[in-house]
DNA sequence: TGACAAAGTGTCATTTCTACACTATTATTA
DNA sequence: TAATAATAGTGTAGAAATGACACTTTGTCA
């Protein structure tokens, strides 16, 4: 079978830039590539969009299918299109981005990717394509957002110490924050909600436990609340 | 002469959402299409990619085709791909949003206009495709960015008032600014030059003319300063 | 039971924000 | 030429947010 147009067309892909929090690391999860071209390099999960299928869908198709990671919110990052950034024709890529709590989805790798891995941010191998642009853009977004949307709530476990979200806002913005003015901060905007209970196993004094509550920040919302950390 | 497919492809198009501010109102350019589909129909400047040129320059070259329009600052603004927003076949546009100063630019329509001008974006025609999507997303983006980027300035003269500034601040934002508290804040940052000139031919106090100094904000970025009105 | 490790807590000085109203200047008009 | 109309331009004080800073509490483990 084969499809044929008056004027060139090129192919549309999306690719996936999934970020994760792993203890104390800022990750990304990659596929190793398993078919040419750049066969055994790494890359976001990604491929062709299908002609009839919209954007965001086709990028939570490919997500499942090369890592099994599932149902989890996509934003659109931005679409790098110079015309020779794939060797086989011109292909023009939408990119999302992601965030995940890497405990709750197991991922392995199917279809055309050899491999599926999380990678520390600050330790990613040559990536094929340019994924390497596609990370740098992906970064700039997530630390540009983090300090203005709660989305870092999405890394973490339901349940969180507060010491766990204060470190993961260090690891994203890559500056130390002072202890008790971030608590204040956050505990002030009367966005989290005490559980009652405190961490396990740890061989110290144990830690509360925190949940976000999504309900309460979509009411403040509407009456205009403005997030930031 | 055709193409031809192994697999189907969509065709990418751009659109480009350029805002200028006419006296009191924020007003976007628009084409009137001369060809179906949507012919009579108004709808952003924009056309198909050509299969070797990078996203950006076709959005230029389209903007200058249908409305003379030249060698403005495009921004990538988002990529729509919804499967049946073109009758014609599957499209994916990727939009760009530019700011423009209505006066220094010459409007003329050609190629597939058969007319542009500026419209008042509270009072928009019927667009064709999903423009209006487009449109939304674009006021939103200038709404947000335009409180921490100094993007504003090129909507205005070289020489401008503070009232001018706060002007266009209070239309873009859509709410009212104060004005003592707006001057201790612009100027406050350093940013705006005194052009020692005044305004001429008004029936009041003349306010003086300042003009935005960016090599002054790019020296002011390396240091971490941060721009926020 | 003492040492260790992290949890949890308050204050003060500084800066920033907000709300608010009158005088100055210029062109126009009576 | 004096009065009027229109906008320019200016300061302050109270409230809120920020940033810097160190010790006590609680639990585990050796």
Redesign the pocket.
């Known amino acids: 079978m084969s499809y044929t147009y008056e004027y060139p067309h090129p192919a549309v892909t999306v690719d996936c830039v999934v970020f994760g929090l792993d203890d104390d690391d800022l990750k990304v999860l990659l596929i190793q590539r398993d078919i040419d071209p750049f066969e055994g390099k790494w890359a976001f999960p990604g491929g062709f969009v299908e002609i009839d299928e919209p954007l965001e869908k086709a990028a939570l198709r490919e997500l499942k299918e090369e890592t099994g990671l599932n149902k989890i919110f996509l934003e659109q990052l931005y679409t790098f299109g110079k015309p020779d950034r794939d060797p086989r024709e011109r292909v023009i890529s939408v990119a999302f981005f992601a965030l995940a709590n890497i405990r709750d989805h197991r991922i392995k790798a199917a279809t055309d990717a050899r491999n599926a891995a999380w990678f520390d941010v600050k330790n990613i191998p040559a990536l094929a394509f340019d994924h390497q642009n596609i990370l740098i853009t992906a970064l700039e977004r997530i630390k540009g957002k983090v300090s203005y949307q709660p989305i870092g709530f999405e890394l973490l476990p339901k349940k969180f110490?507060?010491?766990q979200l204060q470190h993961l806002y260090e690891t994203i913005l890559e500056r130390p924050l002072?202890?008790?003015?971030f608590?204040?901060?956050i505990l002030g905007m009367d966005l989290l909600e005490e559980t009652g209970e405190?961490e396990k196993?740890?061989?110290?004094?144990?830690?509360?436990l925190y949940r976000f509550d999504k309900i309460k920040y979509n009411a403040l919302l509407k009456k205009g609340f403005i997030f930031?950390v």
Chains 1, 2 share one sequence.
């Open positions: 110490t507060l010491n002072d202890k008790r003015n608590r204040r901060k405190t196993n740890v061989a110290h004094r144990a830690a509360r930031e």
